[in-house]
Nanobody, 115 residues
Framework: QVHLVESGGGLVQPGGSLRLSCAAS????????MGWWRQAPGKEREVVVI???????TTRDTVEGRFTISRDNSKNMVYLQMNSLKPEDTAVYYC?????????WGQGTQVTVSS
């Protein structure tokens, strides 16, 4: 079983930056798929950026060039660097990691972009 815990959310002004972290515990593969999703109030959960086990990355058009996913396998961590944040980026952000033997989600971390 793989357990994920996100952190790093908070309140930031438009144009600011945040880095979200996703800590994994359990029997996790260093080359698994990973990604970030988000859900704004009253809206469905949507994908932000994903990276497959082969390294292919897909980024949502509205965050392309502003958000970057990365990982540190030595720490079992996945990150989401978010720059030039906009009010429309406000949402709960969820980390997900998956493989042939697990598909795990974190509990989410709130990101609020407001002046």
């Amino acid at each position: 079983q793989v357990h994920l815990v996100e952190s790093g959310g908070g309140l930031v002004q438009p144009g600011g930056s945040l880095r979200l972290s996703c800590a994994a515990s359990g029997s996790i593969f260093s080359a698994d798929g990973m990604g970030w999703w988000r859900q704004a109030p009253g809206k469905e959960r949507e994908v932000v950026v994903i990276r497959t086990s082969t390294g292919a990355t897909t980024t949502r058009d509205t965050v392309e060039g502003r958000f970057t996913i990365s990982r540190d396998n030595s720490k079992n961590m996945v990150y989401l660097q978010m720059n030039s944040l906009k009010p429309e980026d406000t949402a709960v952000y969820y980390c997900r990691r998956w493989s042939a033997t697990y598909d795990s989600w974190g509990q989410g971390t709130q990101v609020t972009v407001s002046s």
